[in-house]
Structures are given as structure tokens and as C-alpha cells.
């Protein structure tokens, strides 16, 4: 049985980890927290991976950890304390321009706050239905569409400028 | 997602993620977080689940069937009786009357467990006994014919003028029996007195508290239940069943021997209800009784059971206290709310009844020592000519406590007291003493300890002897206090009667 157990997780983990990787990114914008949450989700799971191999919904299994790993995240203290003013500490050793630093969409995207932006990368990263998100997210669809529609308008919005700088 | 808009940004979002730089992480070490983390989970659902049994398994073990007297006292709460000596405005009082931090144990406490306790807080300040008296309220059960009369200037005994008594053999004398002091007053009330119930009773007890070394505490208050009920309520118009889950009771133990028993039953009339106590305990220093006490407002009496035993009448706080003592030292205490309407001989009579015994080996009192003569004794013993002993408080546990004055100036607090060992009141070198150590008083090789008071705990000396039956102690603030008049006073015989 561990056998199995094992070698199902590891040709799922194979395929899917950088999938999982980027929407975790997506959510949080920090490469490192985005690894804490995948390596969470996948240690969860390990754990729940008879049961969710069985339901044929590993996908959806972990994308709801990663979604309620990302809750958890926002509501832990430290998360909730206030950035210093000098963003000399705790910086980021300069590694040159990454693709996001320079797309609007990217800026904007760390603009939305964490609801708005768990319902973006549902719909438009993942791909989920209204139903299927507010199912995700445990909320009902109405405040699925009410956030979705308060994230766009900031988005098409940055997207916009951005559209309109890169044809200058 | 049809609007070309969301497509757009749909597109943009992917492209964004597709630029993200992904770590490269082995499966290998997903699947070695995975297997710590299950491994994690079962260890603490194996953990969660024995701890979970074992402590179902305890409580199970703790509670399954009727709790035996081997119980802790102090999970039992005190009764709801106002007659009884926790509520009793005597408990206060004598708290008040030990300011420098004495604390006796008063009677109704009824846990012998807490007299360490009482010595280690009380010895420091007044080693002479009154902070290790193991009834602050003590009682010598032996109603004295007299109050003191060779106090100088003493307070009086009170108001309680008894008309008979046993008391203790003069203190100069060597009591005349000394044998059977162990018989054990177990005894086996079983027949005899079940044998001629005064009443019609609805049922007749059944379970008498036989000899035995398990004691099944509820039994045995159901047991006493009935009985009163034979004796005051025949026909249980007013005197309820005793109901475990109801009903109050009160244990006194120590070192697993049971030496009180009580419990607060419900007595119904008219819509109203009231409190039918009983305390039946292995002598008077297990129970709280402040008649002879010399700064109590309890009025007390004697009254004649029918020649079957003394008995004393307490009235206070609301309440009738009875309270006779046994032939074989147990002395019962019945407690009735003044809505009772049973006389005083009938109180006497329920508390007279033999069957009312303590169950198990109960541990044996001493006879009990007479205030009235401890208190002159004590006099004559230690204040010597050209000095004077001004006697502030007395009680019958026995206790005295006065100011001892030389040619008119006080030197200090001079008290003695006697308390039995039965029940743990041996010798013990405390905290508040500075030095200790023991002397040998006479040729004999008499031993008595003597201990050296801190200053902060009152000063001066402590001198005690273990005898057979009384640890027998006098304490001076005044250092220069003659020792060898207490060495003398202590080990008298006289104050070691055998039962």
C-alpha cells in the first residue's frame, strides 16, 4: 500500500508541482511563501492521498489546500503587522529585473487584496467556474462575482495603461 | 470568459505565471515531507488515543461504584448546615482570637489531614498548643462541675455549668486503668440494637457498620439516615432518605483512617425544608464543640439521656446542637435547624443510639482530660509564689493562655495544652522554632523536646512530651521562664489516661 501511496504521490508531484507552483505564486507574490504553501499542500496530500486519489480530485484537493493554506497565511500575526519604513531591511538580494517586476498586470495584481486575489487566479489562472470557486473558497457566488468584478476593474485598468504604454 | 477582455487577461495571467522561475524540487523530498508528516499524525493519534483511554480508564476506576471512606476528605464540601461549625460564628471568632497567626482546626473542618497544617502556622506563634490543637473548639466531652477556680483573675469557662462528668483522674495521680487502651471500638453493632427498634420504621437498616477495613461511606450514611429516622421520624413524614447526590457528608481522614463521618440529610415539613445533621466522630477533638470554650456565645447545657450517656445541648447560629459521648469515646453530634420540632431528649436519645458508631477500625480516643483540672493544675505547677498568671482564654481541648507577671509586671504569654496523639499531635520541629532538641528530664530517661521560638514567631520557648495518649506542651514568649517547672508539669501521668 505505501507503495502505491508513494508512487502515485511521486508521479503526481513530477507532473504537477510547478503548476502548483505558480498559482501558489500567483495568490501570494513571494517565491519563498509561494514554497512553504506548496510544500504544505503536497505534504497534505501525502497524507490524504488514498482518499483523494480514489475521488479521482487531486487537483482539486490540493488546490483547495493550497487556497486555505494561503488563508491561513494572511491571518498569522506576523502577516498582519505593519512594513517598516525602511525597505532596507529584510530586502531581497538584487538578482536583475524579473519579467514581473516590469508588467503592470503583475503590479496590479499585488495591488488587489487577498480575496480578490484568490478569485482572480481561481477564474482566470485555474479556470473555474463561479460555482466552482465560490465552492473553493466557501463563500457564496454572488460575492464570487461582486470580487471578480471589483478585481477586473483594477486590472483592465493597469491592463490598459499597460496596452497603451506598450504601444508607445 | 467570452468577453475579450477576460480572455486578454486570462492570456496575460498565464503568461505571467509561465515567467515565474520555478524552483527545482525533487519529488524525493515532497515525498519525505509527506511520509514525517503522516508519520507525525499517527504518532499523535496513538498518543491522543491512550491518553484519552487512560484517562477514561482513571476516572472510571475513581468513580465506578459507591466511594469508599479511603476517599479525600477535602473533595467532599462542607455541609449546609448553619449548625455546623464551618458556619458557626465560632469558627471566626476563633480565628479572631488568634491574631498572631495561630489557626486552630476547628472541629467541623473535620479533617485531621489539615492539623499539620494547623501546627505548622499556629506552633510559631503560640507553641503552647493553641495552634496545634486539632479542635480549636475542643471539647473534653466530661462536663466539669465548676469553673476555674484557681486562675488568678481568669476568664470565666462561660456560661455552660455541667452537672456530671468523667472527668480525668487528678493530674497528680496515675490513672487507674491503663489496659485496653487499642480495644477497638469497632465493634459489632449488628444485633443488639437493631433488635429493638422505638419505632415503626418504614425500613429497617440493614447495613450496619460492621468491622471492617472498607468502609462504603454512603452505605453507612444511609445507615445513620435510618437510624435517626427509627429515632426522631418513624413514619418518614419529615426525614428524607439519604440521597448521595443530594445530600451533603463530611469525612475526616488521615492517613486512611476514617476518624469523622457525617452528613446533612433534608428533613421536609410543610412545604419548608430544613437540615437533620449527624458527625459521628472517634472522640471530642474530632468534632466542633465550644461548650466550656471560654469566649464562645453558645449556650450550652447538659441534659439527661436516661442515664445512657452525657449529653450536652448546644443552642447557636440558629441551630440545636446535641452532642453525646459513647462508652467507647466516640461522641455523635446531632444537628437539628430550629424548625424541627423534636425536643432536646429526643435529639439526645437519636444521638444516644449505639448503633451510631463509625465504621471500620475507627482509631481510639483517650479519655478525654478535664479543663477544670489542666487549668488549675497548670497553675500550680508553673506560677510560683510572688507571681501571677492572668488567665485570658480556656477551652476544653484542653487549652490555657494567660499573662504570666512577676511581682506585677507581665513577662509574657505562658500557655499549656494538651492534645491527643491519637490523631497526629506528636512532636514536630517547625519552621518558627530556631532550635530544637531533646532533653532528659529525670533519671528514668523521660524525654521531652524543646524547641526555641523565633522571635518573629513570638519568642521564647517550647516544651512538649509525647506521652502515651497527650502530647502535653507549655509555652513561655518569656525565655527566662523557668523550663524545669514545665518538665515537671509535662510529664505528669496524670495527664496520660488510657482507655
Known sequence: MGGTRDDGFTAYVAGRRSHLFRAAYLLCGDPHRAEDIVQTALAKLYVAWPRASRADSVDAYVRRVIINSHVDETRRPWRRESPTEDDRL?????????????????????????????????????????????????????????QTSAALDKLRTALMSDTRGGRR | MTDPADRFLQERLHALARDVRVPVVPADADLRRGRRRLFRMRVAMVGATTGTLA???????????????????????????????????????????????????????????????????????????RGGSPNGGGVTGAPSSAAPGTTHGGADTGHYQPSNGTPASDPTETPASTVTATSAPTGTPTATPTAEPTGTPTSTPTVPPTGTTKVQVHRVLRYYNEVLAEQLDPDRDHLQPYDRAIDTKETTRRDGVLFALGASYRWEAGGSRAGLGITVASGWDQVDWDCGASDTDWQCHVADA????????????????????????????????????RVDDELVTAASDDRLILPGDAPVAPPVLDVETFAPAGVAALVRTGESFDQSSVDRSPQVRGTWAVAGAARGTLSWAARPVYAGARWECLRSYRTCEDVVVDESGTTVHLAAV???????????????????????????????????????PGWQPVR
Open chain 2, 55 to 129: 484517562v477514561v480508564l482513571g476516572i472510571t476506576g475513581l468513580t465506578a461504584g459507591d466511594p469508599k471512606a479511603t476517599e479525600l476528605p477535602v473533595t467532599q464540601p462542607p455541609t449546609t448546615l448553619p449548625a455546623t461549625p464551618i458556619s458557626s460564628p465560632s469558627d471566626a471568632k476563633s480565628d479572631d482570637a488568634t491574631p498572631d497567626g495561630e489557626h486552630q482546626a476547628k472541629g467541623g473542618d473535620l479533617r485531621v489531614g489539615d492539623q499539620p497544617d494547623t501546627d505548622l502556622t499556629g506552633q510559631g506563634t503560640d507553641p503552647a498548643g
Open chain 1, 90 to 146: 529584510d530586502r531581497a538580494a538584487p538578482s536583475g529585473v524579473a519579467p514581473e517586476d516590469s508588467d503592470a498586470l503583475w503590479a496590479a495584481l499585488r495591488e488587489l487584496g487577498p480575496k480578490q486575489r484568490r478569485v482572480v487566479v481561481l477564474r482566470h489562472y485555474w479556470g473555474l467556474s463561479v460555482e466552482e470557486t465560490a465552492a473553493d473558497l466557501g463563500v457564496s457566488p454572488g460575492t464570487v462575482k461582486s
Open chain 2, 306 to 341: 436516661g442515664g445512657v450517656a452525657p449529653a450536652e445541648v448546644a443552642t447557636h447560629d440558629g441551630v440545636r446542637q446535641v452532642a453525646v459521648e459513647h462508652s467507647d469515646g466516640q461522641v455523635v453530634v446531632v444537628t437539628a435547624d430550629r424548625s424541627i420540632r
Open chain 2, 454 to 492: 523565633r522571635a518573629r514567631a513570638g519568642g521564647g520557648w517550647v516544651i512538649q512530651y509525647d506521652g502515651p495518649s497527650y502530647a502535653v506542651r507549655v509555652y513561655a514568649s518569656d525565655r527566662t521562664f523557668p523550663k524545669r517547672r514545665a518538665y515537671a508539669f509535662v510529664t505528669q
